[in-house]
């Protein structure tokens, strides 16, 4: 029987765990009401959504009534950011370069409806400094957004800092925490953030169900217009048997998280290790110690990482950088951080889950070395 492939991508997308199946099943089955019914159906639906937005809520360390249930991260950064500004026409946005396409993208939105809006750099190791944030700010500053772990090379952003910034400057902060949320310990209350954005697919639920935190008494204006559910910020009938997997993906990532932080960063450095004793010339992307415990962004100067990939079916992970019939399209993360073209059409980023072991980073290994020693 043909093995199956080293899954190294979770940061693209996670596998539904088994609880969190088992339960959204059973709620898709057993308590199929509409949670806006007064029956027994819809009481019981409504008391199945309410336990999920207080799981969501403990992992966060928010309220509940503070949890708006969506579609997922890019729905959440929409609501996010255009909700906060799109009533204000002089408004300015403060934003970074490394951000995910859902955040930049309605940003580049908002600069074509003729809003002002800061792109801050970033270091050479992928950072943003809080102090230019303070540079950024002026009077019409409405928004500031900046990720909380950067989805291609892990790096941690420090928004605790970034979030006193700002509420000394009485200006909204949000912070996309898709990547982190379920991998590291996330408070709201820590960071000081009006709005925090959390993606279901990223902690082991399944795709199409996400969540807003919108701290109380913060005012957004919705997108979309229906029958007023989720405090009319999300109209529409709750998909109740997603949210409750959302909900179970919480309680399971809040009871591990420690322990499975510490037995990922071992077998990540294990996987840097190995690769470094393949190819000394390797260079890593981030400051370990400021990185989440899952992920490795490396590059293989002199080599491709695309076509590294190519020729090692056995791995599943992802590159820095695009082949498109004779070009290389770089990463935008990677061209805000400075990385000279040589090496960022190397990158490769490694992403470890609940199911990577010790034996599937070895198997890894050995394909890098298969592969380099050709």
Excluded: W
Aim: charged share 20%.
């Amino acid at each position: 029987m043909k093995p199956q492939p080293v899954y190294l991508d979770y940061n693209a997308t996670t596998p539904v765990l088994p609880e969190v199946l088992e339960v959204m099943g059973q709620a898709s089955l057993e308590t199929f009401g509409n949670p806006s019914s007064s029956h027994v159906m819809g009481r019981e639906a409504r008391k199945l959504l309410e336990r999920a937005r207080n799981q969501v809520a403990a992992l966060i360390e928010a309220e509940p009534e503070e949890i708006i249930f969506l579609s997922g991260g890019t729905e959440a950064n929409n609501l996010a950011i255009l909700g906060t500004v799109l009533s204000e026409p002089r408004a300015h946005v403060i934003t970074s370069r490394i951000e995910h396409p859902s955040v930049l993208n309605p940003c580049v939105r908002l600069l074509e409806l003729g809003y002002d809006v800061t792109f801050l750099p970033v270091d050479s190791q992928g950072y943003v400094d809080p102090e230019e944030v303070r540079r950024a700010l002026r009077p019409e500053t409405r928004l500031v957004s900046i990720m909380l772990a950067n989805n291609e090379t892990g790096a941690l952003q420090p928004v605790a800092e970034i979030g006193k910034i700002c509420r000394q400057a009485h200006v909204t902060f949000h912070t996309d925490a898709a990547q982190a949320v379920g991998k590291i310990p996330v408070s709201v209350r820590e960071i000081d953030c009006d709005l925090l954005t959390v993606a279901g697919h990223k902690l082991y639920a399944p795709k199409g169900i996400g969540a807003l935190y919108v701290k109380k008494g913060r005012k957004l204006e919705s997108l979309i217009f229906g029958a007023g559910q989720e405090r009319g910020l999300r109209p529409g009938t709750e998909p109740v048997p997603l949210a409750v997997a959302l909900g179970k993906a919480c309680e399971i990532a809040q009871r591990d998280l420690v322990a499975e932080a510490k037995r990922q960063e071992a077998l990540r450095e294990r996987l840097y290790q190995g690769l470094q004793a393949i190819f000394p010339a390797l260079v890593r992307h981030g400051d370990p110690a400021r990185t989440l415990p899952n992920t490795l962004s490396v590059s293989f100067p002199g080599h491709l990482g695309a076509q590294i990939l190519e020729a090692m079916p056995g791995l599943c992970a992802s590159t820095g950088a695009a082949c498109h019939d004779r070009s290389v399209t770089i990463s935008h993360v990677l061209s805000a951080m400075g990385v000279p073209p040589e090496v960022a059409k190397g990158t490769i980023r490694l992403s470890l889950g609940r199911n990577t072991s010790l034996p599937e980073i070895e198997r890894a290994l050995s394909l890098f070395r298969a592969y380099f020693s050709r």
